[in-house]
């Protein structure tokens, strides 16, 4: 077994930036939890974070071209678990995404986005050219996660897979003129899939085009994530004085809206800093790689791309 040369092969930007982040998670967490009580959850996450911390250089003594054959089941594996949710799922705010593990509440849409970016690298590194047919092959593929996930109902996570596709279609230079046709697919078949959707989807698109529309309903969310983030000022409110998001006028926002209690505590500088280093993060992993494979799978411009619109953009 060959381990890496940390001086030449490791790429610090996946040591350090997600450090800076973790920090700023925990103590973001830390400070919106601090007056409900919660902040065992500041303290379950160091926990995860040390877990996965182990669990990323342990991965490091493998050398991940040899599992490049494994991917096809590890997706197989995804969209089973993804069924296995629809039958004994833990269903929290209307929505079965989680199975109870007692020790933990484990939720295979989130290991899917993981997969699917091994899997895409994967298909498109064993010579497959970017046809019409491949593309079409590799959507169907697609569709069978994401369809699943929409079922229970995960709206953000199956756009933010159907976002990092786009992505990965420009990675490997499928040609415009099949992007152009499924981006015109997509606006004529928009009408169906809009009457498809639940009420509480149709109403979070509503509310993320025009929120005030409905402040005291739909909008109520991103009205309050707005007065969050605005109530920051340039430099913050501290953690301990971010009274937005501590004394809870900002639904779950040790959730879905942790990065509007971060720009509470921190403001505008606060936002900005954090923002870079994840646009940093994104930009560093561009084409640097000489092989197919490690550029397509080990590219984190896809998802990192999604959680930067869906979670930055949302607040």
């Known amino acids: ?10 790429d610090w930007t996946l040591v350090v930036v997600p450090i800076l982040l973790a920090i700023a998670g925990v103590a973001t967490l830390y400070s919106i939890t601090s007056v409900s009580g919660k902040t065992y ?34 997706f197989i594996f995804g969209v089973i678990l ?29 290991l899917m986005k993981l997969i699917f970016l091994f899997f895409a690298g994967s298909f498109f590194a064993k010579d497959i050219k970017p046809t019409l047919l491949n593309v079409l092959y590799f959507l169907v593929l ?20 159907l976002f990092g596709v786009l ?7 499928v040609p415009m003129k099949i992007i152009i046709g499924g981006l015109i697919l997509i606006a004529l078949i928009s009408p169906f899939v809009w009457m498809k959707l639940k009420p509480y989807q149709k109403s979070r ?31 913050g409110k501290g953690f301990g004085g971010a009274t937005q998001s501590q004394l809870q006028f900002l639904p779950v926002a040790h959730i879905d809206f942790i990065f509007s209690g971060w720009a509470e505590a921190t403001g505008f ?10 646009v940093f993060y994104l930009v560093s992993g561009t084409g640097k790689y000489r092989d197919e494979y490690r550029n397509y799978a080990g590219n984190r411009n896809p998802f990192a791309l999604g959680f930067i619109w869906w979670n930055f953009g949302y607040n």
């Open 41 to 74: 959850l500041a303290s379950s996450q160091i926990i995860y974070i040390g877990v996965g911390a182990v669990i990323y250089f342990l991965l490091m003594l493998f050398d991940y071209r040899e599992f490049r054959s494994f991917y096809s089941y590890l």
């Open 142 to 161: 697609t569709a069978i996660p994401v369809l699943l996930i929409m079922k229970e109902p995960d709206l953000g996570t199956a756009l933010t897979i």
């Open 205 to 235: 698109v509503t509310a993320f085009i025009e929120p005030n529309l409905d402040t005291l309903g739909s909008g109520y969310n991103v009205s309050q994530a707005k007065i969050a983030v605005g109530s920051g000022g340039l430099f």
């Open 269 to 278: 500088v606060g936002s900005v800093i954090l923002t870079g280093c994840r």
């Open 1 to 10: 077994m060959k381990l890496p040369r940390i001086n030449k092969e490791l």
């Open 167 to 173: 992505i990965i279609f420009f990675a490997v230079k």
């Open 82 to 110: 993804l069924f296995v949710v629809d039958f004994v799922g833990l269903s929290i705010f209307g929505s079965r995404r989680w199975i109870d593990l007692g020790f933990f509440q484990f939720q295979p849409s989130e």
